[in-house]
């Protein structure tokens, strides 16, 4: 199936790319969500609107990108969890929390979409968390997590 990105997906492209998908993939996850258009040749013309919204904006969040980069690498974040014996949690930390604690930490508004966690954080210590902020700029800061009292 032929279809065309309106949203970044990671693995895919970004927005405007006219790629060939496995027709499940496209019909049930692509398509609903909004991340995709079917390719048609009247859609191939909004392509060039999408890239040129694109590049307009590119120009100015890669400067953006770089300044939020730069406010979180000197955050420090700290979440609390419940936790029981050996610092093992209940449950793990999702990337919404994550989000929640840069926030209140006094950091930038973020898209836990971004997030990127190499393993689920299922025990008390410190973490590296990284950002994709743009295509060519990724972030990472510290997450400390502690045993809630």
């Known amino acids: 199936m032929k279809i065309i990105l309106t949203q970044e997906v990671s693995g895919l492209g970004t927005p405007g790319d006219v790629i060939e998908v496995k027709d499940g993939y496209g019909r049930n996850y692509l398509l609903p969500q909004g991340f995709a258009i079917r390719w048609s040749k009247g859609a191939e013309k909004q392509v060039t609107v999408i890239k040129r919204a694109r590049d307009a904006r590119e120009i100015r969040d890669l ?6 980069k730069g406010q979180l690498e000197g955050l420090k974040v700290t979440l609390s ?3 029981g014996t050996g610092g093992r949690l209940f449950g793990s930390i999702t990337p919404a929390e994550i989000v929640d604690a840069v926030k209140t930490a006094g950091g930038p508004a973020l898209d836990r979409r971004r997030l990127e966690l190499t393993a ?3 025990t008390t210590g410190a973490y590296k968390v990284q950002v994709k902020l743009h295509p060519e700029v990724t972030a990472s800061f510290p997450v400390n997590v502690v045993a809630a009292k």
């Open 63 to 68: 400067g953006q990108a770089n300044e939020v």
């Open 120 to 122: 689920p954080i299922k």
């Open 81 to 83: 969890a419940r936790s």
